[in-house]
């Protein structure tokens, strides 16, 4: 799994019981973190700058879904291969500072 995790954009994690038919304790897994909210690229960078601080500000809503997203102030802003839209950008990196 450690070698899995380094190859790829994962990281050591674990199923969680009841995620699945049969899981009936925690099983150690590699896992992929987050959901990318994707829009159009002529979306005005002032409108991603204000979705991107909201669903940081009211991260609690996210959470108790059907579906749990996943929400990690520390790492949020790594997109992976989804590229960060510049005004998401501009604010992840204020909230940095």
Do not use: C
């Not at 380094?6 to 969680?16: F, N, R, S, V």
């Not at 899981?23 to 959901?35: H, K």
Request: aromatic residues 12%; proline residues 7%.
């Amino acid at each position: 799994m450690a070698k899995l995790a380094q190859e790829g954009e994962l990281e050591p994690g674990t199923i969680p019981v009841g995620l699945y038919r049969g899981v009936v304790r925690p099983i150690p897994a590699v896992v992929r973190t987050g959901t990318a909210v994707y829009g159009r690229g002529d979306l005005p960078d002032d409108f991603a700058y204000i979705v991107a601080k909201a669903i940081d500000e009211q991260q609690h809503l996210l959470q108790w879904k059907h579906l749990n997203f996943s929400y990690n102030l520390h790492n949020v802003w790594k997109a992976y291969e989804v590229p960060l839209h510049p005004g998401a950008a501009r604010y992840y990196k204020e909230r940095a500072t």
